[in-house]
Nanobody
């Protein structure tokens, strides 16, 4: 089993920045991909960004390209999401997810890839 704990959410004004962290523990040797998803009230959970440690690099949803950056340490224990130029449309609960090896955007952006999920952290962007 892998446990994930997110942190770094909060309230920020439009145009501001936040940095989310996701710490993994447990059987992290089975983790080769980690991703961030978000869910706003009344909307489905959507893909934000993912990082692959098996040659797949990083991938982003179109609506965050150029604003958000996903990164992680070499030991695969922590992944970060640096969020800049935030808008009220970014308001959501952000979830960290971890899963097995994957390389393509189509797979990495699919929540079904990830058997492990964190509890989520609230991000609220005020106008």
């Amino acid at each position: 089993q892998v446990q994930l704990v997110e942190s770094g959410g909060g309230l920020v004004q439009a145009g501001g920045s936040l940095r989310l962290s996701c710490a993994a523990s447990g059987r992290t040797s089975s983790v080769y991909a980690m991703g961030w998803f978000r869910q706003a009230p009344g909307r489905e959970r959507e893909f934000v960004a993912a990082k692959s440690w098996s040659g797949g690099g990083t991938h982003y949803a179109d609506f965050v390209k150029g604003r958000f950056t996903i990164s992680g340490d070499g030991a695969k224990n922590t992944v970060y999401l640096q969020m800049n130029s935030l808008t009220p449309e970014d308001t959501a609960v952000y979830y960290c997810a971890a899963g097995p090896a994957a390389q393509t955007m189509g797979v990495l952006s699919n929540p079904q890839l990830y058997p492990y999920w964190g509890q989520g952290t609230q991000v609220t962007v005020s106008s």
